[in-house]
């Protein structure tokens, strides 16, 4: 490789890593995952029940949506989850029940273990048969 050559990708190399150091007012609280945020995530209800998809934070959690028996869909993740969290969340899945403001307590919920956002948007959610169920996407 010629020197002018090196040089050059050496340039680009660098713009392209300090573009993605820099800083905006408007980001994401926990920037690395910012990407997985954006995309949300997919979720198959494969089962015959209405369910109610919630993300629960440590010390708060969100409505992801509803979906009828057969519906398959993707979720947008909530823009104010605090970077403490983006660590440490879990989906809770009810089925058939009215909507609820703290998931966790409901004994009807279905959840997973608490994982990075980057696990749960890169996994394929579905629900059969009253258990969660995941597929890989990423």
Known sequence: MTTIH?????ALLSAFLAGGCASSSNRIEGAPF????RDG???D???RDRVDVYLVGEARSWRLGRLEPGQARWLSLPRDIPGSD????QLAVIANA????DPLRDPRAVL??????????????????GQLT???TR
């Open 34 to 37: 910012a990407r997985e945020m």
């Open 6 to 10: 090196a040089r050059a990708l050496v």
């Open 45 to 47: 209800n494969n089962g």
């Open 134 to 136: 995941t597929l890989r």
């Open 41 to 43: 995530l997919r979720f």
């Open 112 to 129: 997973t273990l608490r994982q990075p956002v980057a696990v749960l948007t890169g996994t394929r959610w579905g629900f059969v048969q």
């Open 98 to 101: 009215a909507q609820t403001v």
């Open 86 to 89: 983006l660590g440490r969340l």
